[in-house]
């Protein structure tokens, strides 16, 4: 009998096992289910924990369990096998069959499968023992006849000269000889015919039983010429029957693994399981019926198999014999037929054609049935039964026997058939000792190190077909061209036949291209056979021609290929016999998949053995996930692939293996190259041939060779470190590029280099598929580039439209270039690193974030300076922080970053080289630009700028101009008054000057105005008095009014002084209009210990501080408190070093060192986030409240107190300042903080991360505010949750007794599903004990009772996650919301993803926002249901479309971020434009004036004259496409031409580029004139029309006539253009839809979604002209299937139907 049968669980498919005693591993047994099914412990275990339904898998009944029960079975053993009982009689079974383990398992030696090669090898040669070495081997030297194995042949055998041409064969086989076995060493002379053998002279003429005296004999040499007859034609029927068995074998081995296989699933293990599954219903009293029926099965499978095994052996014993009658055969030699036997070969091989070799089986015995009886109570045995009980055996057949029974004779293999090479376990014969024998046969090596290549004579890549034409141009490989070899992956030579799969990779070679869809490919590591077999056809030319009659479709001959001189195997596609004497032939080549039209006298008949085999080598690919962008391919797009692949190797990757139009299997595949990896699929889609569906990653290439890399992380600059540079490119002030001075002979040395090494004119290392971060060589001479032609890049930026976005590492320049201008960069232009470094410069911010264009215009006036470079901040974010000087004038020494300042265009902030010791009045002294003012002219430096790269100076984009984040703004101040840590008065240093000027007007305007004014003076009135200590005319605001007397405070001073009211006078506006000097501050984030006063100590302690460093720096952190604005004061502290170290400085926080004197505590409420000090409104920055607003007393805060006097720094100017008076000055108590709370609150949310998100909004109030939240939040909200559910998982006994107040921040329980949240407490009930809950990170309210809140406030670093909005431009329909409606808003919004616009200013805390959810704008739908109305009673709000300047905000449509001429669509709605991001376009804004009102104002000259203009278009039927929207009321048509006029557009595209240099400049404007026009992105030409001008601005806007964009550029850049140049008409018709108007009731932006949907890239599309009377056209655009393109938005009524 078989193995133990193994017990597996119907569920999981895993054994039933038990647990050893010395094993920790838990058993998993089988358990019942209610029907008596059994399933797994684990399986039950698992569906019980995750609460899921119970189900049988074998009679698929739901097993009923109570919920309570199943709540506890997870915590009992004995209740789970209470519900569940233990399968005894299957436990029991699994225990006999532990206690029968054998201990020491056998290895198994029945080998399934017959050694076939070592039959061949045991019978092909002998193995004998080296006469040197005494190893075993199987060769032996020709001439000498000594065995000797290869190594001692080659080393000692041949270095004899007498034995140099020796030659080592094989041992001789076992070959039967001419000796008689009765009678040894007699000869076989004679041939008994009686007897039908050989036989000797003693047999003849000797008596006795063997003898054949008397019978009929002839002589052996008379017969042998017979035998020999019979045997060379019965010599292919032995070889035919030998490859018979070989296959037999291989089936025999492949039918035994399947039966010893248990895991296979097999009718036997199919019908065991079933067996087990139903006797699982009984108990023990039917164990022996079980083992009854599983025997019979288990002994019909042995009967099966011993069958099996006994063909086997028959098999094997066959193959040995037939090998040995075969090589005896087929060694015969006519010369020797007398020392040879030849009766008894002819004797075997009439016996071998007789052997049984086909494999039968009765497919009726092999049925086999279980018969259930379900009525198992009233008969146990009738149960189960088993029906078909006879038995199933192999039996081996012969052709003979085959043709008796009528059977279909299979087709012998055309080779011997191997069987499979089986993976063993190493671990069964790690003990065998094998002999070592040396492989001197020569074997297929494991590994391809070297693929041959070959190509045609013309050095052409591939055999093109026409897309009209069947016929190749040129065929891809020819083989008699020897080129050198090239290195290829290794692939196992196993893998070069096996058949494609998913996933599977290949090495290839591209022999033919239809066209993308239908391309034909070869296994690389079948080229060696490709060779061979055409070396083969060398010479078919003497083959027999084949008749007319006996062409015909389907047949294989072999064509002439003239492309290649080579025959080629072809197979007939179709005859065409209209001409009866000359018929053509269509043939297709099956080895290289081109296709031929040619006559019969060209094709030749093949040999029978070629004509299968080797299988066709041509494999029909197509490009997985690319279709046409034009809706069908054309033959560009071929020679587009031909110049990729260009004669090498690719990889070929399948996506999917399907049926071709022929039958043929067809692969769905990427192919890449392999030299460097570029996807064809991805090249077509960047050169804008094709689309990719569906984004799918780029497949991984095996052994890829890694790409090129360039080192820019430069670490040579160190901190402090004195550097002499040029300046290379300068973006802004805070992204500019420099160059090391002892670099600049290595940059030049380098540009040389590359100009010799690359060409334009050569394509050798163009780059089709550009990659982000790749490192190439970029042609910058026509980009505005002096200097070197060719320079290192860096792609940064794909936009599209085969353009590449690069930055110059060696120069720091960002350009915008065609793909063209690319080449792969050479290994050794890859060793020098970037020679450009990234700087800022260190300690200067522009006041508005943002630099002027004429701070970038006074940086570069620097670029070919040699400049002093001092490095002020290490490498940080890739940039370097730095001081720069210009030492070319040693006199007149210019600090760059002193200069920005000094020309306002920029204020500095900490301390760093250039403003350590710099005379503080010298910092700011005119509002004039510095580029209008005379320099001095510097020392000349010689610089070599013939091969300086260097970019001409372009209009720096908005986001260029943007500042660098450099940490916290410190801003230097003088101290006017102290008070204490809550009340200080400070002055800006950078304002000084400003106010210096403003008091010496202040001083003359009052001088000359002597008369005196009557004014009834009011407190807090603005006014002028003189100083009673200083005598100067000072600003102030009255504070008290006493008869003749009134109290004044100096707003710009910080002191309070009593005056008469006679020396009152009356301020003018130009002195009122400019803020206050001083400053009310208070320290952030500290608090008194005790109380609301600052103790003596604490005060004491801040003034020593403030007294002991010369310069102290404040940082705005957080929102004003009243008229306060919150501070952390900074002092630069510098730590004297020893005598042998340096001094250290560093930046001091005073509020830290007050906190860590323990003088004050940390106040939580100030505290804010990052992003919250990152997020503050740029205003308030750069200390815009210096205008006073409100209520003054607020404002100044300042009272006589009788303190210490305290006195003002005297290095002030004394005209600037009076000392405070020590009667008069006191410091007023802060009304405002009537408690002190340190947490009284949650923080108050972060504002939102941009205008628009994706929010998830939670709850909605009576007051119709939504609470929502950004879906980035979501995972902070799973954080809070779960750290609450932490800390508070315990109840707290004392809760219930705890004390609550309004307001008051908690941790709350929600009722719902019992966990905590943040919350705030409304109301509070003491006869209740409980709280009304306003949960703040989700805005709902609930009841919670004292004992589910919680005092501890824990994550209160966290802000408050929700943000409270509400829908703007609405209010109800009624005063208020009512229930219904709220019900409405909450189902439709309520937690699901929403688009979100804020759409105006915050008021208080709410935000007013536009809501959108799917395609629905909820403001606009409550409206159209009548649940609310426009607050300015409009019914919809209606947007006009109207062309604006780049200044003003705009909407930009950019499809696929193109990097051609952008598509423009302008909308003079600006409060309601929308940056709704779509799959396909992104909308940008602009800002500026209405370019209507520009034209307005300048008197637009639009002259009508004779001008030039292009040819129309005059077809009214063709083919386009829509890639551009400008307008919802006109479409522009990108006409599609055929290959040959598309050819011509590209021919007058490249010749503008050339002759655009010497186009004339523009002659007269006249609105549609024909033009030539620069786009400012590529910098490239195209055809344009003029639009309108604007002479003030000197602008001109154009349409690029070829494309359909609109711009708005300089008059520099547009030119004259040629008269040929118009003779085509443009590429793009502006049409507009024939019988339909747009429904004026959409918004702009909507139609815009909808045309972008419906129109953009969708096409092709079939216009047709319909009136043609009108400027603008009207058209009809069908698609392929005559439908309308539109009719669907004519049934959502975008479309209105009109005559």
């Known amino acids: 009998m078989d193995a133990k049968i193994r017990k597996i669980c119907p569920s999981c498919s895993q054994c039933y096992f038990l647990k050893a005693l010395d094993s920790k591993t838990k058993s998993n047994i089988p358990l019942f289910l209610s029907c008596g099914h059994t399933m797994c412990e684990k399986c039950i275990c698992n569906i019980v924990k995750f609460a899921e339904p119970i189900e049988c898998k074998v009679c698929h009944q739901d097993m009923q369990v109570d919920t309570n029960t199943l709540a506890l079975l997870m915590q009992n053993k004995i209740s789970l096998y209470s519900i569940f009982p233990v399968n005894v009689f299957l436990v029991g079974e699994l225990t006999m069959q532990t206690i029968e383990d054998r201990k020491e398992q056998t290895v198994k030696t029945d080998e399934c499968y017959i050694d076939v090669k070592k039959i061949l090898q045991n019978d092909n040669s002998t193995q004998g023992e080296c006469v040197e070495c005494h190893s ?11 065995i000797v194995c290869n190594n001692c042949f080659n080393k000692s055998h041949k270095n004899f000269v007498i034995f140099k041409n020796h030659v080592l064969c094989n041992i001789g086989g076992n070959v039967q000889k001419n000796n008689c076995k009765l009678h040894q060493e007699k000869q076989l002379d004679y041939y008994c015919k009686n007897c039908s053998k050989s036989i000797c002279m003693d047999c003849f ?53 399947k039966i010893d296989d248990d895991s296979n699933s097999t009718k036997y293990t199919t019908l065991i399981n079933s067996i087990e599954q139903l006797f699982s219903k009984l108990s023990s009293i039917i164990q022996n019926k079980k083992y009854e029926v599983t025997n019979k099965v288990l002994q019909l499978k042995l009967i099966e198999k011993d069958s099996l095994k006994k063909a086997k052996q028959d098999i094997s014993d066959a193959l040995k014999r037939a090998n040995s009658t075969l090589n005896a055969i087929n060694s015969l030699d006519p010369n020797k037929l007398k020392e040879i036997n030849m009766a008894a070969i002819l004797e075997d091989a009439k016996q071998i054609t007789k052997i049984p070799w086909y494999l039968h089986r009765d497919e009726s015995e092999i049925s086999l049935n279980l018969n259930v009886n379900e009525d198992i109570f009233s008969s146990i045995d009738n149960y189960l039964q088993l029906e078909g009980m006879e038995t199933s055996k192999y039996k081996l057949l012969t052709t003979e026997e085959l043709s008796e029974n009528n059977e279909i004779i299979p087709e012998a293999p055309t080779s011997l058939v191997y069987p499979p090479e089986i993976t063993r376990d190493v671990r069964q014969f790690s003990n065998q000792k094998q002999p070592k024998i040396e492989k001197d046969n020569p074997k297929t090596a494991t590994l391809l190190t070297k693929v041959p290549k070959y190509r045609s004579k013309s050095g052409s890549c591939t055999s093109l077909n026409s897309i009209k034409s069947d016929s190749s141009i040129k065929s891809y490989q020819s083989y008699e061209q020897k080129l050198k070899e090239e290195s290829t992956i290794s692939f196992p030579d196993s893998q070069l036949t096996q058949p494609f799969y998913e996933g599977s990779q290949e090495l290839i070679y591209v022999s033919h291209i239809v066209d993308p869809h239908r391309l034909f490919v070869q296994r690389a590591g079948l080229q060696p056979r490709v060779e061979e077999l055409l070396r083969e056809f060398r010479s078919a030319g003497a083959l027999p021609r084949p008749s007319h009659a006996h062409v015909a479709e389907g047949k294989v001959y072999l064509v002439f290929n003239k492309a290649d001189n080579l025959w080629q195997r072809c197979r007939v596609v179709s005859v065409d016999r209209r001409d009866v004497n000359k018929p053509l032939v269509h043939v297709f080549c099956i080895d290289f998949g081109s296709t031929e039209v040619v006559t019969v006298d060209k094709l030749r008949l093949i040999p029978p053995a070629r004509v299968a085999f080797p299988p066709p080598f041509a494999i029909c690919c197509s490009l997985a996930n690319c279709e046409p962008i034009n809706g069908s391919w054309t033959s560009d797009d071929s020679f587009f692939i031909q110049n990729i692949i260009d004669n090498k190797q690719a990889v070929l990757h399948v996506r999917r293996v399907r049926a071709g139009p022929d039958g043929a299997p067809c692969l769905d595949a990427d192919v890449s190259t392999l030299e460097h990896g570029e996807s064809l699929a991805h090249a077509l889609a960047f050169h804008g041939r094709a689309r990719l569906p569906d984004k799918l990653p780029y497949p991984k290439i095996m052994g890829i060779t890694e790409k090129p890399k360039l080192f820019i992380n430069n670490k040579d600059f160190q901190k402090n470190a004195v550097e002499e540079v040029y ?17 600049q002979s290595v940059f030049e040395k380098l540009c040389e280099d590359l100009e010799q090494e690359y060409s334009l004119s050569v394509n050798s290392g163009s780059i089709y598929l550009p990659e982000k971060d790749m490192v190439c060589v970029a042609h910058v001479e026509r980009c505005g580039v002096r200097g070197g032609a060719w320079a290192r890049a860096l792609v940064r930026e794909l936009p599209g439209r085969r353009r590449v976005r690069v930055l110059l590492p060696d120069v720091g320049a960002t350009l915008l270039l065609h793909w063209s201008a690319l080449r792969r960069i050479l290994p050794k232009f890859t060793v ?30 620097f670029e070919e300076r040699l400049l002093e470079l001092h490095v002020e901040e290490s490498r940080n974010r890739n940039s370097l922080g730095v001081t720069l000087y210009d030492k070319c004038d040693e006199e007149n020494v210019i600090c760059i970053n002193t200069q920005m300042i000094k020309n306002k265009f920029a204020v500095t902030f900490g301390l760093y080289m250039f403003n350590k010791n710099a005379e503080i009045d010298e910092l700011v002294f005119t509002n004039k630009c510095p580029l209008d003012e005379p320099k001095p002219k510097p020392k000349h430096v010689e610089i070599d700028t013939g091969t300086t790269l260097k970019v001409q100076p372009i209009k720096p984009n908005e986001e260029d101009l943007d500042a660098k984040d450099k940490g916290p703004l410190r801003l230097e101040v003088k101290i006017l008054n102290y008070q204490s840590p809550s009340l200080i008065y400070v002055s800006l240093v950078h304002q000084q000057k400003i106010f210096t000027e403003l008091f010496d007007n202040i001083q003359k305007y009052y001088a000359k105005k002597k008369t005196q004014e009557t004014k009834d003076w009011k407190i807090e009135d603005r006014c002028c008095t003189i100083c009673n200590q200083s005598q100067t005319w000072r600003r102030a605001a009255i504070l008290e009014i006493n008869d003749a007397t009134a ?25 009122a209009s400019i803020g206050d000097a001083a400053v009310m501050c208070h320290l952030c984030g500290v608090v008194p210990a005790v109380g609301e006063e600052w103790p003596s100590l604490t005060k004491e302690y801040l003034k020593e501080l403030l007294d002991a460093y010369k310069r102290v720096f404040i940082t705005k952190l957080g929102k004003f408190k009243g008229k306060s604005m919150p501070v952390e004061l900074w002092v630069y502290h510098t730590i004297q070093g020893g005598a042998l170290e340096a001094n250290t400085s560093e930046w001091r926080c005073l509020n830290k060192k007050i906190i860590d004197q323990g003088l004050g505590i940390p106040d939580k409420t100030e505290e804010l986030s990052h ?37 003002i720094n005297p290095e002030s100017d004394s005209n600037s300042s009076t000392p405070i008076d020590n009667d008069a000055l006191k410091m007023e108590t802060d009304n405002h903080n009537s408690n002190t709370v340190f947490i009284s609150d949650w923080l108050p949310p972060e504002p939102l991360p941009s205008n628009e998100i994706t929010a998830m909004p939670t709850y909605i109030d009576n007051d119709g505010i939504i609470y929502l939240h950004d879906i980035s939040q979501q995972d902070t909200l799973d954080l809070i949750r779960k750290a609450l559910d932490v800390r508070f998982k315990n109840p707290d006994p004392k809760a219930k007794y705890v004390k609550w107040t309004v307001g008051e921040p908690c941790i709350a329980l929600f009722f719902l599903d019992n966990r905590f949240y943040r919350g705030r407490v409304l109301e509070v009930n003491e006869e209740a004990s409980s709280c009304l809950i306003h949960y703040v990170d989700y805005g709902n309210e609930e009841v919670c009772s004292f004992k589910n809140l919680r005092k501890s406030i824990v994550l209160y670093q966290i802000p408050i996650q929700a943000h409270k909005c509400v829908l703007n431009r609405i209010r109800p329909a009624g005063k208020r919301w009512d229930r219904q409606s709220l019900d409405y808003i909450h189902k439709s919004i309520v937690e699901k993803q929403c688009y979100v616009k804020v759409s105006g200013e915050p008021i208080g805390d709410l935000i007013p926002i536009e809501l959108k959810y799917d395609k629905l704008w909820i403001n606009d739908h409550l409206v159209d249901f009548e649940m609310a109305v426009y607050t300015d009673g409009s019914k919809a709000v209606v947007r006009k479309f109207a062309p604006q300047l780049k200044e003003n905000k705009k909407l930009e449509i950019s499809i696929e971020t193109d990097s051609g001429p952008d598509y423009i669509v302008e909308d003079d709605d600006v409060g309601n434009e929308s940056t709704d991001s779509q799959s396909s376009a992104h909308l940008n804004s602009l800002e500026g004036k209405d370019w209507n009102t520009i034209i307005a104002e300048d008197d637009i000259k639009s002259i009508n004259g004779n001008f030039m203009t292009y040819s129309p278009y005059t077809q009214t039927e063709f083919t386009c496409n829509i890639a551009v929207l400008n307008d919802v009321n006109k479409l522009e048509l990108g006409v599609i031409h055929d290959d040959e006029t598309t050819r011509a557009y590209d021919e007058m595209f490249e010749e503008l580029q050339n002759e655009s240099s010497k186009m004339l400049a523009l002659n007269g404007i006249f609105e549609n004139k024909a033009c030539l026009a620069l786009f400012p992105e590529d910098g490239q030409w195209y055809r344009a029309i003029i639009l309108q001008y604007s002479e003030a601005k000197n602008r001109i806007k154009v349409k690029y006539v070829d494309y359909g964009n609109i711009e708005i550029i300089s008059l520099a850049d547009v030119r004259e253009i040629s008269k040929k140049y118009t003779k085509l008409p443009p590429l793009t018709v502006t049409v507009s839809l024939h019988g339909v108007k747009i429904n004026p009731d959409f918004e702009n932006k909507i139609l815009f979604e909808k045309f972008i949907d419906t129109f953009l890239d969708k096409g092709p599309f079939e ?14 655009l069908r698609n392929e299937a005559g439908q309308l393109v539109y009719e669907k938005l004519i049934q959502e009524n975008v479309f209105l139907k009109c005559d």
């Open 727 to 743: 300046i290379t490119h300068v973006v802004s002030p805070d992204n500019f590029y420099v160059r090391k001075r002892h670099l």
């Open 136 to 146: 075993p081997t199987f060769k032996m030297c020709e001439q000498c006849g000594i």
């Open 1663 to 1676: 216009a047709k002209m319909i009136d043609t009377t009108d400027v603008i056209p009207t058209v009809e």
């Open 1047 to 1071: 109290k004044v405070f100096y707003s710009d001073f910080a002191c309070v002084e009593t005056v008469p009211v006679s020396s009152l006078r009356e301020m003018p506006q130009e002195f």
């Open 832 to 861: 020098l690193r970037a020679l450009a470094t990234e700087c800022h410069l260190a300690g200067v911010t522009p006041l508005n974030k943002k630099w002027s264009p004429a701070s970038v215009a006074l940086l570069q006036k």
């Open 1171 to 1207: 992003s919250d000090k990152t997020s503050l409104n740029a205003a308030e920055d750069v200390l815009s409240f210096l205008n006073i607003t409100g209520s003054v007393r607020d404002w100044i805060q300042i009272e006589p107190m009788p303190l210490k006097p305290l006195k």
């Open 205 to 257: 003429m000797v008596g006795g039983e063997k003898s054949c005296k008397n019978h009929d004999v002839e002589a052996i040499q008379e017969v042998n010429e017979q035998f020999l007859t019979e045997l060379t034609y019965i010599g292919p029927k032995v070889d035919e029957v030998f490859k018979r068995l070989s296959k037999t074998a291989v089936e025999i081995g492949h039918l035994l693994t």
